[in-house]
């Protein structure tokens, strides 16, 4: 036996157009089917009911659609009565990960029993719901998620008191999908410094870091804006591997992809900075004292379409616990710039240069630069650190950098060489000293002292000692004599001693007469 078909509930308004055309057109019961496509039997049985209840038409006031509903349809039982979820909760419910519809109407299910509505009726409801709150396509944002960033187009004037200086403040926004809790901040300006150090104080304000973040396409974030893979500079790249968050920014002319931080835009350009337009501000210290305290105000102000709740509170509920947690450290501003080795090894940042390993001159770098390092990196790989000088027009080297015969020439200051000469003995001491008396420059001594010195390496310090004694007795201290004498063995032949005369007369002096 074929079980019958349920009849489908005829909509209240069909009663009400079938009961007009009928007693105020005064159409057939044909042409009312036609006319408004329903059954012609539907029609007929609607018309004998009305006529069973002595009802006339227009109804009486005192006569509802319900009631009308209820006396047509007496055997029916509609259960009009159904327990409507809070739609609020189930939306919010929807931006957690893993949650479903499926699941939501489950647990709905569960605590209402006959009294819930179906599967299909519960999305169809929330359907509809969601329409009437958002005309517009929606996105969906899963809590923790996203966090859309930009600068606000109007600024906020900076006067300065003793000098009448007028410079603008650029607005930082930022607001977290899914609950619009909303960060804002008075910044220099939109340069890449104070875009990095207002998007580092954003995630300490959430005290996490969300799974995304959405720039637009300002020159402090991207190199090259693209629709489907924009290239992020280098700095900004580096703060979002130091808090492990990846960063996508907005398509160009794509205003929806940002939609969150375009209506956080204009709220803050309403609720912030139409009350602070009468305001003078000397410092961007008061300045952002003022917009904080704006700015909480608006995190607490009850939102329409979510119950009253305020973006603090939905923060809270939503946001705060899916968020990652920040580093150790908070990131330091770090800036990238590819540069040439000089031919003196030494490559220019901030007016400022730094040596890196003299074999990699003509070769092109890239410098890491923080606010206490100097880093610079060669093939991937850290070929030389330094500490940031902000020294301008000088040299920072390292000796280990220098080839060997300018190393040995800028460690060769006085104090090193006469305690080299120490080592070696008196003789080599006392030559020292006399050539710096008589050298009318320090470098032109420095280099005699060097060249003398030096021959150690080759004669050894017993001999060079002897030589100096010699130079000594002679008065003659040039690099050429003492040379001349170690090449010749001379230090062998006679002993002198410092302040020690050569004889009147001997066998090795020819004398005047010889040359007469």
Not at 158 to 168: A, D, L, M, S
Not at 365 to 376: D, G, K, P, T
Not at 428 to 438: D, G
């Amino acid at each position: 036996m074929t079980k019958p078909k349920k009849k489908a509930r005829t909509d209240m308004r069909i009663y009400m157009q079938i009961f007009n055309l009928k007693f105020d057109q005064h159409l057939s019961n044909r042409q009312i089917a036609l006319t408004l496509n329903v059954g012609r039997s539907t029609v007929n049985d609607l018309i004998v009911r009305f006529g069973q209840l002595n009802l006339t038409w227009p109804l009486p006031e005192n006569v509802s659609s319900d009631e009308l509903d209820k006396a047509l349809m007496p055997g029916r039982n509609y259960q009009t009565c159904r327990v409507l979820p809070d739609w609020l909760v189930v939306d919010i419910g929807l931006t957690h990960k893993g949650v479903t519809k499926q699941l939501l109407w489950q647990e709905y299910q569960a605590e209402h029993g006959i009294n819930a509505l179906g599967y299909t009726q519960f999305c169809n409801h929330y359907r509809v719901w969601k329409g009437q709150r958002r005309r517009s396509m929606r996105q969906t944002h899963k809590a923790g998620e996203k966090l859309f960033i930009d600068f606000c187009g109007p600024t906020i004037p900076i006067v300065n008191p003793t000098t009448g200086e007028i410079r603008q403040s650029a607005i930082f926004v930022a607001c977290m999908g899914a609950s619009n809790y909303t960060y804002i901040e008075a910044c220099e300006g939109q340069d890449l410094e104070s875009w990095l150090l207002a998007n580092r104080r954003c995630l300490e304000f959430l005290g996490g870091v969300p799974g995304l973040m959405i720039p637009d396409n300002l020159k402090s974030a991207v190199n090259k804006a693209a629709r489907y893979e924009p290239l992020i500079n280098d700095s900004y790249q580096a703060f979002a591997q130091h808090y492990g968050c990846p960063i996508m920014p907005a398509r160009p002319y794509k205003p929806q992809d940002k939609g969150k931080v375009e209506a956080a835009v204009l709220v803050v350009e309403r609720w912030v900075l139409a009350r602070l337009r009468h305001h003078t501000f000397h410092t961007l210290a008061s300045l952002n004292q003022a917009i904080k305290v704006l700015m909480n105000d608006l995190n607490q102000r009850p939102m329409k379409g979510y119950n009253g709740l305020c973006r603090a509170e939905l923060f809270a509920q939503v946001d705060s616990s899916a968020l990652s947690k920040l580093p150790q450290f908070p990131y330091e501003y770090t800036q990238f710039k590819f540069a040439k080795v000089a031919k003196d090894y030494h490559v220019s940042f901030g007016d400022h240069w730094y040596s890196i390993p003299h074999a990699l001159v003509g070769e092109r770098v890239e410098v890491i630069a923080s606010q206490r390092l100097i880093r610079i990196r060669y093939k991937g790989n850290i070929i030389a650190q330094h500490v940031r000088s902000n020294n301008r027009y000088q040299h920072t080297t390292e000796p280990a950098h220098m080839p060997v015969a300018h190393a040995a020439y800028k460690e060769a200051t006085p104090e090193r060489i006469r305690r080299w000469a120490r080592r070696i003995g008196p003789n080599a001491e006392h030559v020292v000293h006399a050539i710096e008396q008589s050298k009318a420059h320090v470098e032109q001594a420095q280099r005699s002292c060097q060249g003398i010195l030096s021959l150690q390496k080759r004669y050894g310090e017993h001999r060079l000692e002897r030589a100096c004694g010699i130079a000594l007795s002679q008065g003659c201290y040039t690099v050429m004599f003492i040379k001349t004498i170690l090449k010749n063995g001379r230090d062998n032949v006679i002993d002198f001693t410092p302040n020690q005369s050569i004889p009147a007369r001997h066998d090795n002096v020819r004398g005047a007469n010889y040359y007469a």
